[in-house]
């Protein structure tokens, strides 16, 4: 078949993009808008989706598109969700199969064949699939807080209600931006990253009454011990805002 280059005119990548291009009613199908709260996402049914591989492959084939039209389809529903699986194997291969005229897409557990750009679809939905089960194991954590946080986990449960669930989250401060991912990270007890941590520490920072507390990443006091181990002098090349407070007498406790 024919080998895909970047090298190939405008025109042909003009043409491959429309080949992959989801109609927006399907995704709307499949995938719930950004703009809807986490309270009503959790309302609705979550995907049927497993991690799991179905035995065999999914190919690209020069036969027509049988699949039904995808507003009254059933088969378009949670079935799809089980084809996420071989969402990477179908990017991999699709530049070449489809400039080797490619019309759709059989997976070898499902009925019908699709049209080409489900194979785009198909990564939408597990980064859906994979968004919202953030969202489900936070609720679920909520659940199980100590007694003494009942407050807090309330106080959480009520912010569900007008908090889009795929959004970029206004930061605390200019350097801080979060999605509602980030958000609900924090309701559970994976790792976080420094942007969340950073969140965290400017959140608690607003809401303490003594200014004259800071919080620091715990790598910052090994920065210290290594800069004193050099010599007795430190001068900083770049001096940071703590480093600034510190000098000041602005700072009691670190």
């Avoid at 078949?1 to 989801?22: E, I, M, Q, Y």
């Avoid at 039904?68 to 949670?78: G, H, S, T």
Wanted: charged letters at 20%; proline letters at 7%.
């Amino acid at each position: 078949g024919a080998v895909w280059s970047d090298d190939l005119p405008d025109t042909v990548k003009h043409a491959r993009n429309a080949a992959r291009h989801v109609p927006f009613e399907a995704r709307s199908l499949l995938i719930p808008s950004s703009t809807i709260t986490v309270a009503e996402l959790l309302l609705q049914d979550g995907p049927m989706f497993s991690s799991t591989r179905p035995a065999g492959d999914a190919v690209f084939t020069n036969q027509p598109v049988t699949a039904p039209p995808f507003f009254d389809a059933v088969e378009w529903d949670d079935s799809l969700f089980t084809a996420i699986p071989f969402s990477r194997d179908l990017r991999r291969f699709f530049n070449n199969a489809w400039l080797s005229g490619a019309t759709s897409i059989k997976f070898p557990h499902l009925t019908f064949h699709y049209p080409l750009w489900v194979e785009n679809l198909l990564s939408d939905m597990q980064l859906y699939s994979t968004k919202r089960g953030y969202w489900d194991r936070a609720a679920l954590w909520l659940k199980r807080v100590p007694t003494d946080s009942v407050g807090t986990a309330d106080e959480c449960r009520d912010t569900f209600e007008f908090l889009p669930w795929d959004t970029v989250v206004p930061g605390l401060s200019p350097a801080v931006r979060l999605t509602t991912e980030s958000l609900a990270t924090f309701l559970s007890n994976e790792w976080l990253d420094d942007d969340m941590l950073n969140a965290g520490i400017d959140y608690n920072l607003q809401r303490a009454e003594n200014t004259r507390v800071r919080i620091l990443n715990c790598l910052f006091m090994q920065f210290l011990r290594n800069a004193s181990a050099r010599g007795s002098s430190y001068t900083p090349s770049r001096t940071s805002p703590i480093e600034k407070a510190i000098r000041a007498g602005a700072v009691d406790v670190v």
